[in-house]
């Protein structure tokens, strides 16, 4: 690990180490290299820029850990600077996941023999120093709430997860055994440390006699569920455990060197100068570099426009209603989409038939969303009408086909990372098609509302692929819009090359990203729709007792 290559664009000492074992779950789709440079808190950007902290809190779990903190300590552990405001909204999931923390907590223990550690637990270890003096510093640090009866014979680390550890009444999936066997570990040899003076400094750790038992147990904030231990057993049984499954998933976070774009570029040390990050100034029409950097999709500025407390907290990945959220026509969409992204994706590639249609027009499923009855019927049909339009008659055999990747890109102007997820991105005679595809059960278009303001992901591939963001031949390159319908298939084409339409996308994508960019509380906008809120349960604009808080499978 001490070999690992220093990125262009950073600077500072990259020998200290510090993973937090416990965490919230690294997204699939994370840089592997964003991975490694947040694991060393000493780097930072070689050309300094001005600070630009976030208005509101942006880790859920900080409100609620604050509370617990309170209520066990008496006080806080976060640096009174480092801690932000939180929207109204978070505050009232926090005040419920306290709450439900604390009544299963007392399931857990109910003689009350495990005392709270106000201290972190931290595993800290050197390597000999080398030909100058230097050494490497790694640190494991437990992230949950601690705790220890008064010999310290048994350590229990408590790990929180935002909805219900079940679902439907069993078990949800469990954490990954490699996370799991590093909060073992680091439960079972760590030492108690406060938290340092600079997020740079390293650990005073405080030895302690190792435990004879640990355990690590979860707990939903959302209802106060509780599973079976992730783990129970001793010292030597936790580290064979972190030596077998979290040792070399360790090595390879933080050893990675490999650039994979996405939504966490927002909080990289690296946005500035990585040169895998497509740029794509001015997309938004925003120009103002004051505010925070963050991630925004076309999904986020939609839910925006409906109301913005509702985008907020479904960008703080809080407890929300599937049933409101997936109803039967938005899980039929996503089954035609997981079933046409299968079959763009067979290796060797050829295009659609209406014989790839299920098999079964009344029963069928894709990517795990299943369909039964009408719905799949529907579902299948609209399947074999897109065989007609089916992009890849057309796609050059050589040229690769990305089928519903995410993207990601900078908008320097307004300092946002953009991501996107196109259903098909190919290429024709040369030119990049950008393919949407929705479905729908009408048989004919309703309204006469111009396709770029219906499907603004539609616009904002315009503007991208106007600004040459993709290479190949520009004018030449198109948007394709295609709209399943139980009697056909719709195209609509919209070119680069049509002044006008790209005037409008460029409208589209301003108007909603405007208001979104500027504002810095994210109010909530009562109206119809928070009938079908899916997280009307933390709205503020909810009284408490309304049944407005949604009742149905959350997660």
Do not use: N
């Not at 939903?220 to 972190?242: H, I, K, M, Q, R």
């Amino acid at each position: 690990m001490t070999d690992w290559p220093l990125p262009e664009g950073l600077t500072g000492d990259p020998r200290l180490i510090r993973v937090f074992a416990g965490g919230a779950k690294e997204g699939a789709e994370d840089c592997p290299t964003l991975r490694a440079v947040k694991a060393r808190p000493r780097l930072r950007a070689a050309h300094r820029t001005p600070y630009k902290p976030d208005d509101l809190e942006t880790f859920a779990l900080a409100p609620v850990m604050r509370r617990l903190d309170l209520l066990e300590f008496g006080r806080i552990r976060d640096d009174p600077a480092r801690v932000r405001p939180s929207h109204p909204g978070l505050e009232r999931f926090a005040e419920h996941a306290a709450a439900q923390y604390l009544a299963a907590a007392e399931s857990l223990d109910p003689e009350g023999r495990l005392l709270p550690d106000h201290k972190y637990w931290v595993r800290q270890t050197r390597t000999p120093a080398d030909s100058g003096g230097g050494r490497t510093v790694y640190e494991l640090r437990a992230w949950g709430r601690c705790y220890a009866d008064r010999e310290r014979t048994v350590c229990e680390l408590r790990l929180l997860r935002f909805g219900s550890v079940r679902r439907g009444g069993r078990p949800r999936a469990g954490r990954d055994p490699a996370e799991t066997a590093m909060a073992a570990y680091v439960a079972a040899y760590g030492g108690r440390a406060a938290e340092p003076a600079r997020w740079g400094d390293e650990h005073e750790v405080q030895d302690v006699t190792a435990p004879r038992r640990i355990r690590v147990v979860e707990i939903g904030c959302l209802d106060g569920s509780v599973g079976e231990p992730l783990f129970d057993g001793t010292p030597e049984e936790a580290e064979a455990a972190y030596r077998r499954l979290a040792a070399p998933r360790l090595r390879a976070t933080v050893d990675a060197v490999h650039r994979r774009p996405g939504p966490g570029c927002a909080a990289c040390r690296l946005t500035a100068s990585c040169p895998d990050l497509p740029r794509a100034p001015g997309v938004l029409g925003v120009a103002d570099v004051s505010r925070p950097r963050r991630t925004l999709s076309v999904t986020d500025l939609r839910r925006y426009a409906k109301c913005p407390a509702q985008e907020h907290l479904r960008r703080l990945h809080l407890p929300y209603d599937e049933g409101l959220e997936h109803d039967r026509h938005v899980t039929r969409g996503h089954a035609v989409h997981a079933w046409l992204q299968r079959l763009h994706e067979r290796t060797p590639r050829r295009p659609c038939t209406p014989a790839d249609a299920p098999a079964d027009p009344t029963d069928w499923e894709a990517d795990g969303w299943h369909l039964t009855g009408a719905d799949a019927e529907l579902g299948a049909r609209l399947i074999g009408r897109h065989a007609a339009v089916c992009p890849l008659r057309h796609a050059d055999p050589e040229a690769p086909v990305i089928a519903e990747r995410l993207l990601a890109f900078q908008d320097p102007e307004a300092d946002v990372v953009l991501v996107a997820k196109p259903d098909l991105v190919y290429r024709s005679g040369g030119a990049v098609v950008w393919r949407e595809i929705k479905s729908t059960r009408y048989r004919a278009p309703r309204g006469d509302e111009d396709v770029l303001e219906r499907y603004p992901q539609a616009a904002l591939a315009l503007v991208l692929l106007a600004q040459g963001v993709f290479g190949g031949d520009v004018r030449r390159s198109r948007v394709e819009v295609e709209v399943l319908r139980p009697t056909g298939s719709d195209l609509e084409l919209v070119s680069p090359r049509q002044a006008d339409r790209v005037a409008t996308a460029r409208r589209v994508i301003h108007g909603l990203a405007a208001p979104w960019h500027r504002d810095a509380i994210s109010a909530p906008r009562p109206g119809q729709h928070c009938a079908r809120c899916e997280v009307a349960r933390w709205c503020p604009a909810v009284p408490p007792s309304s049944g407005a808080a949604a009742v149905g499978e959350q997660r």
